[in-house]
């Protein structure tokens, strides 16, 4: 199985650093998984501008085909001025409409204030069910005031984090079965 992390912008690092902590959970449980982050402030992605995904180049297409290849996703946002930063929708905007269709993804929210707790439920998953994802129902909102150092200090947190962790994997691991289950009963 195949899981990528990304961290929906290029500032700060209370969004990588809390999407990681997801993905090291799933590594520890299960460390013949295949599992990446993709930090968006570690490339410099192209504007969208409808042209299909397999047509751009460079880190462009390096992080377009990593997460088409992907069976799942830990999809980590900070919330800038009440909404998803533009980094995070213009990669959304580069892949196809059904980039994401039947693969599982788990949200993970990082804000200032308790006042963006329904940006993942107003934004991001309305954009996320049209390119057709499975979307784990309870995603993780985390608040500035939970970290101190660039740790999670907050245990609720981090046992939320490592639940939406094997969520995913449950949820990717049935869909994969139901998948198979269709696909002999196509040919039978």
Not at 81 to 109: E, Y
Not at 125 to 148: G, N
């Given at each position: 199985?195949?899981?990528?992390?990304?961290?929906?912008?290029?500032?700060?690092?209370?969004?990588?650093?809390?999407?990681?902590?997801?993905?090291?959970?799933?590594?520890?449980?299960?460390?013949?998984?295949?599992?990446?982050?993709?930090?968006?402030?570690?490339?410099?992605?192209?504007?969208?501008?409808?042209?299909?995904?397999?047509?751009?180049?460079?880190?462009?297409?390096?992080?377009?085909?990593?997460?088409?290849?992907?069976?799942?996703?830990?999809?980590?946002?900070?919330?800038?001025?009440?909404?998803?930063?533009?980094?995070?929708?213009?990669?959304?905007?580069?892949?196809?409409?059904?980039?994401?269709?039947?693969?599982?993804?788990?949200?993970?929210?990082?804000?200032?204030?308790s006042k963006h707790y329904l940006v993942a439920e107003q934004q991001l998953k309305p954009i996320l069910s049209y390119m057709r994802a499975v979307v784990v129902p309870k995603y993780v909102f985390i608040e500035e005031k939970q970290y101190?150092?660039?740790?999670?200090?907050?245990?609720?947190?981090?046992?939320?984090?490592?639940?939406?962790?094997?969520?995913?994997?449950?949820?990717?691991?049935?869909?994969?079965?139901?998948?198979?289950?269709?696909?002999?009963?196509?040919?039978?």
């Amino acid at each position: 199985m195949k899981i990528i992390g990304i961290s929906g912008s290029i500032v700060g690092s209370k969004t990588r650093i809390a999407v990681q902590q997801t993905l090291n959970n799933i590594i520890e449980k299960h460390p013949d998984f295949e599992v990446e982050l993709i930090d968006l402030g570690d490339y410099k992605l192209e504007f969208s501008d409808g042209r299909s995904y397999m047509d751009y180049t460079g880190d462009t297409k390096v992080v377009l085909e990593k997460i088409m290849e992907a069976d799942a996703y830990i999809i980590g946002t900070p919330v800038f001025q009440a909404s998803i930063p533009g980094t995070l929708k213009n990669l959304f905007d580069l892949l196809p409409v059904n980039g994401f269709k039947d693969k599982v993804i788990g949200i993970v929210v990082t804000a200032g204030s308790s006042k963006h707790y329904l940006v993942a439920e107003q934004q991001l998953k309305p954009i996320l069910s049209y390119m057709r994802a499975v979307v784990v129902p309870k995603y993780v909102f985390i608040e500035e005031k939970q970290y101190d150092r660039k740790i999670i200090v907050d245990d609720d947190i981090i046992f939320r984090l490592n639940r939406l962790a094997n969520e995913l994997v449950n949820t990717t691991d049935a869909m994969q079965q139901v998948k198979k289950a269709e696909e002999e009963a196509f040919f039978f």
